[in-house]
């Protein structure tokens, strides 16, 4: 299994952050590493809610499908994402520091299958792809207007 951190801090409040954050339909606004992403399930966002995710990674496009199995609003959210190659488990937890809102954000993944060999060398990728991604974040909640 590989292990990526990052940690960001904005100005804008807990509750609009997690909102929109724990929406992961928005991952293809802010995240370079992300073709598109959509809910597949209707109603509001909560424990249950799946969403389809198309990820590039080292030039190829992976579908995944993700799901929230955690969802503590305004503080944590926890999403599965599941591929015929691997496993990715997100946990994002949020909290105010300073009156801003910092998040947390824990990838686990675990390749499988014979993908399985190359577990040892994906973390330096992997978390170039966390820092872009969460930098990438950082600069779309930094822009004014609304989420």
């Not at 799946?50 to 080292?58: A, H, M």
């Amino acid at each position: 299994m590989t292990q990526v951190q990052q940690v960001r801090e904005t100005d804008r409040s807990l509750e609009e952050v997690f909102a929109y954050v724990s929406d992961f339909s928005t991952t293809a606004e802010w995240d370079p590493g992300v073709r598109s992403a959509h809910q597949l399930n209707t109603g509001p966002i909560g424990e249950g809610t799946r969403f389809t995710v198309e990820v590039v990674f080292l030039g190829r496009v992976l579908p995944m499908e993700y799901q929230i199995i955690a969802y503590d609003p305004p503080h944590r959210v926890e999403l599965q994402g599941t591929n015929s190659n691997s496993t990715a488990r997100d946990i994002i937890t949020f909290e105010t520091v300073r009156d801003r809102t910092r998040i947390t954000w824990t990838l686990d993944i675990e390749l499988r299958g014979p993908s399985r060999i190359l577990q040892p060398l994906m973390g330096l990728p992997l978390r170039r792809l966390g820092r872009k991604a969460l930098d990438g974040l950082a600069a779309r909640l930094d822009r004014p207007g609304p989420l």
